[in-house]
């Protein structure tokens, strides 16, 4: 199993930011997936989650602001950020359960001005 993410970057306030993982090595289509984010000096927490079916789930603090979203066929999953915040800055894991956790090596987002 691989997973890797992309995407991240230093945006200013207000602003939009896609995230994008790459997976392989598992069947992409019949698994649950998310995203998780760990802040500076913060634990790590659930973002966003989809299923297999496509239904999904978030975290309050990105309800509203944050879409996830996968591609079966091309094995992607997505996380479309807006109206980013401060304490939006994390670094931002993919993540899948399969018999055990594997994570995505993270990709930086730094909201600032």
């Known amino acids: 199993v691989q997973l890797q993410a992309s995407g991240g970057g230093l945006v200013q306030p207000g602003e939009t930011l896609r995230l994008s993982c790459k997976a392989s090595?598992?069947?992409?289509?019949?698994?649950?997936l998310a995203w998780y984010r760990q802040g500076p000096g913060q634990q790590r927490e659930l973002v966003a989650q989809i299923t297999s079916n496509h239904s999904t789930n978030y975290t309050d603090s990105v309800k509203g602001r944050f879409t996830i979203s996968r591609d079966n066929v091309r094995s992607m999953l997505y996380l479309q950020m807006a109206s980013l915040k401060p304490e939006d800055t994390a670094v931002y894991y993919c993540y899948l359960h399969l018999y055990r956790d594997y994570w995505g090596q993270g990709t930086l987002v730094t909201v600032s001005s």
């Open positions: 090595g598992f069947a992409f289509r019949l698994n649950t």
